[in-house]
């Protein structure tokens, strides 16, 4: 099957090198409303979403988010907080006394969050604009809170940068995801059996020159899960989940 | 600004009355394979996806997540998991001794997962087909590990159900949002005072037929937010987060 909305969600791939065109105003609009359009749990949309647009501040995102220089030339800067606090606060105006957010409500508001976010991935694509998601933004709580004032029951669920990609971006190829079966069960879960996930990892690395499954699986695990950034960023949730126990 | 995909993004609506007409095999793929192109920390693609194909299992679902029997109804029924278990295991089988999952890889598996849900919406909007989120597959942990043998580390995101809409689903009207400046600052959060909180609720109720901010709040707050299936959820989540601690 082919249209054009199947073949921009497949074309899309992340930006982190833009030109220096900006983001219209009219084009920062399209973004958001398409995200305000986004699926949402009751109609509530449980986010907030920051317009980062100081250029101290963006430096300072950069510096949080796992010293990513390429945040600070983002051309627009957009903080997705999964926000458990308009509706209580609403629910108080109108003289009811809610019970506390709980783990549930955390939950529930990430992903209206999230869906919100890719909705304004797929809007900027439609619109020759780059996206990349940074999901470093969950480091750092103490500073984060700091930084950005959030309050209690206000998490950050994913940030986005967007730009024109440069034509060297436009000429990266998308790295491979892995096929069906490594993703899909029928009905239930069931794992994969340690064969199935060699060749899983196998074909998704077909690219990849001379790529072997221990030795990519170990340098991945070095460099990504037991780095210091992971680690911070367990850390740095945990504190965020506090608010919700 | 105007274009193909702007105006699919806002006119997609949940659909929860499905026609006879099924979802065929190559728009099934056509909605997974969008799905696994959405973006994805690091390519990992945190989370697995259940098809459920099982007549008795949707029924089992449909009771799981609050008793909403149009569940059992859809033509593609898809969990949506978020996976902190693949990637580690993969790491085991690579001779690797990796750390116990966090906060931090629950909540960009959670982010991954919903991100990937979103694209299937998305695609399947493309092809006709209306969809809907159940954000209630969050309750009933216990239950619902054992109906999908889920193992420690796997958490439902959100579970989605396709059909293609009935004429009176087509014919109904979409909810407002909020206004921008309702769920958008500049840099830094700020809370709305209740003045601007009343006006964006009554604003975005203009069609409601005599909208009354106190009243509706009051009985939106007891009708969702003080439910049943609401506090059901938090504590369901606690139970999955726990995995995390």
Redesign the interface.
């Known amino acids: ?1 082919e ?4 073949r ?3 074309a ?1 791939k ?1 930006v982190r090198v833009f030109t220096d065109q900006p983001v219209t105003a ?2 920062r ?2 973004i ?3 995200a ?8 509530q ?1 449980m ?8 250029p101290a ?1 963006k430096e300072r995102m950069a510096d949080l988010c796992d010293h990513q220089p390429f945040i600070a030339k983002a051309k627009l800067c957009l903080v997705f ?1 999964a926000d458990c ?7 108080r ?4 006394e ?2 506390d ?8 508001a ?2 209206d969050t ?2 919100a ?3 304004a ?3 900027a ?3 020759g604009i780059g ?3 940074i ?1 470093d933004v ?2 750092n709580a103490e500073a984060m809170r700091e ?5 209690a029951h ?1 998490v950050p ?2 940030m986005l940068v967007f730009g024109r990609p440069t034509s060297q971006q436009q000429e990266r190829v998308k ?1 491979a ?2 096929r ?1 079966e490594a ?10 059996t ?1 064969e199935e ?2 060749e899983d ?1 196998t074909l998704r690395g077909a690219n990849v020159p001379e790529f072997q ?2 030795r990519y ?2 340098a ?2 070095k460099r ?3 780095s210091d950034f ?9 504190v ?2 506090k608010d ?2």
Request: charged share 25%; net charge negative; hydrophobic share 40%.
């Open positions: 099957m249209n054009e909305i199947l921009a969600l497949h899309r992340s009219e084009e609009e399209a958001l409303q398409a305000f359009q986004a699926p949402t749990a009751g109609n949309q986010y907030t979403i920051l317009d980062i647009t100081d501040l907080l606090r308009r509706w209580p606060r609403a629910y105006a109108a003289g009811m809610p019970r957010p709980g783990p549930g409500d955390l939950l529930l990430l992903a999230c869906i976010a890719q909705n991935v797929t809007a694509e439609s619109l996206s990349c998601y999901g969950l480091e930084t950005l004032h959030l309050p206000v669920a994913c790295p995801r892995f069906e993703v899909v069960c029928e009905n239930v879960y069931r794992d994969r340690e996930l060699r990892f499954f221990d699986i170990q991945f695990c990504k899960y037991e992971s680690r911070e960023m367990s850390r740095s949730a945990g965020y989940l919700f126990e």
